[in-house]
């Protein structure tokens, strides 16, 4: 067993103008629960992954078992400016059972990531995700993939009204090139698949089927998404 965490809070974020880039706390780390020692093949730093845009701290880290094996295969996270990052440590592999393809997702311990979006700053404010996201495995060709669930906010500076938070829901289907923006998203705060008409429902459903997610955005004064999102049912 391993204990997973995240580098820390970079005091750089309570400056009224933080720095471009934090310099303590960016990285995801996971230690031996028994002997202390740091796994080198999960850590994440600026310094050992140097293409993967670890600018800003990380704060809150958490596993998901994307097949219900008992092992934690993905690892999601966000930092301080904004940014969501996905790890994984199995692979898509097809063996051939009764002379047919079956294609199984494959546990090999080592360790991959990419930075899976970037929030789109507010008001000339970088958002801010201090809470690690909640995930649920979906189906997406070729194979098993995640919708990701997370908010931004502020915690250190609950009275700010410079902001305008969102809360978010984006696919992974491990296939992005790049990192996903607001851009790719459906943004549904007007909730028009509910309240608009029949021809709004439709467009908003087709919105939905062909986006990367969606997101809903926090327009009333001092909103804030402080604490853990939670999936039941899915």
């Known amino acids: 067993d391993v204990f997973l965490f995240g580098g820390g809070y970079d005091v750089n974020q309570d400056q009224p103008t933080p720095a471009a880039t934090d310099t303590e706390g960016r990285g995801?780390?996971?230690?031996?629960?028994t002997t202390g020692a740091v796994l080198s093949g999960l850590k994440f730093t600026p310094a050992t992954h140097t293409s993967l845009g670890l600018t800003h701290s990380v704060v809150d880290v958490s596993g998901f078992d994307h097949d219900g094996d008992g092992i934690a295969s993905r690892i999601y996270f966000g930092n301080l400016a904004g940014g969501v990052f996905a790890l994984r440590d199995d692979q898509a592999q097809t063996f051939t059972v009764c002379g047919q393809p079956v294609t199984r997702s494959i546990v090999d311990g080592t360790w991959t990531g990419m930075k899976l979006c970037q929030t789109t700053d507010s008001n000339g404010h970088k958002l801010k995700v201090l809470y690690a996201p909640d995930a649920v495995?979906?189906?997406y060709p070729p194979g098993v993939g995640e919708y990701i669930y997370f908010g931004t906010g502020d915690r250190e500076n609950p009275d700010d009204t410079s902001v305008v938070n969102r809360f978010y829901a984006i696919k992974n289907d491990w296939t992005a090139m790049s990192p996903l923006t607001e851009a790719d998203l459906v943004n549904v705060t007007s909730n028009m698949i509910h309240l608009g008409t029949d021809s709004e429902?439709?467009?908003?459903?087709?919105?939905?089927?062909?986006?990367?997610?969606?997101?809903?955005?926090?327009?009333?004064a001092r909103e804030k998404v402080l604490s853990w999102p939670r999936v039941y049912a899915a």
Request: glycine share 6%; charged share 20%.
């Open 201 to 220: 429902k439709q467009a908003a459903q087709a919105s939905l089927e062909a986006g990367k997610g969606w997101y809903i955005e926090l327009d009333n």
């Open 137 to 139: 495995a979906e189906l």
């Open 28 to 33: 995801v780390f996971a230690v031996n629960m």
